[in-house]
């Protein structure tokens, strides 16, 4: 069981827009500005999408953003392309015992 | 750009060790951290430990604590994942995953090293 919870899928069609959240606790999420989100494609490794809980490195479009609320961080996903269909795993610093935590990913299909 | 190269695919048997290497290619390992995370068939990500190479610094997760051992050898920017008394359930793509020291997110990935654990 991942430390950090996050539906198991999400769907949309092209051009909507998909949120995808990650719940976790005062000690993780709601605890640091330090929530990062990774796009996996099938075997493919993790790739950077959003960092710094709403920070987007160069290179990632930005119909990709990040936000969060207490123990809840969510990526939205505006303008659905075919491409964006992945796996998405948020991930947290969670302090200097435990150090860093995972959802269990979140399938996002394309229809 | 640094990239992260990673030793091929391993099977071991039930009880032996198994030792993956990750080589930072183009560069030095001078101010980042190497981590190690590893996958599951099927399931999520999961991070097991990390080296910060330029302070010696070393930690694990809490659940691989007495079972895995992080090592590099700066001279050839490569960092080292040994896990030992393999099981089944260890079998799992293991990723090596680097992030800048003072930074919060791992930036760049190797494309992972299969270990499948099976008599």
């Known amino acids: 069981q991942s430390a950090l919870t996050q539906p198991r899928s999400v769907s949309g069609s092209p051009g909507q827009s998909v949120t995808i959240s990650c719940t976790g606790t005062?000690?993780?999420?709601?605890?640091?500005?330090?929530v990062s989100w990774y796009q996996q494609h099938p075997g493919k490794a993790p790739k950077l999408m959003i960092y710094?809980?709403?920070e987007r490195p160069s290179g990632v479009p930005d119909r990709f953003s990040g936000s969060k609320s207490g123990n809840t961080a969510s990526l939205t996903i505006s303008g659905l392309q075919a491409e964006d269909e992945a796996d998405y795993y948020c991930?947290?610093?969670?302090?200097?015992?435990?150090?860093?935590?995972f959802g269990g990913g979140t399938k996002l299909t394309v229809l | 750009q640094v990239q992260l190269v990673q030793s091929g695919s391993e099977v071991k048997k039930p009880g032996s060790s198994v030792k993956v290497s990750c080589k930072a290619s183009?560069?030095?390992?001078?101010?980042?951290?190497l981590n190690w995370v590893r996958q599951a068939p099927g399931q999520g990500l999961e991070w097991m430990g990390r080296?910060?190479?330029?302070?010696?610094?070393?930690n694990y997760a809490q659940k691989f604590r007495g079972r895995v051992t992080i090592t590099a050898d700066k001279s050839t920017s490569t960092t080292y994942m040994e896990l030992s008394s393999l099981r089944s359930e260890d079998t799992a793509v293991y990723y090596c995953?680097?992030?800048?020291?003072?930074?919060?997110?791992?930036?760049?990935w190797g494309l992972g090293t299969l270990v499948t654990v099976s008599s």
């Open positions: 995953a680097r992030y800048s020291y003072g930074f919060q997110y791992f930036d760049s």
């Open positions: 183009g560069g030095t390992l001078s101010t980042y951290t």
């Open positions: 080296l910060i190479p330029f302070l010696d610094i070393i």
């Open positions: 005062s000690s993780d999420v709601g605890g640091y500005d330090y």
């Open positions: 710094d809980v709403s």
């Open positions: 991930c947290s610093y969670a302090g200097s015992f435990t150090f860093w935590v």
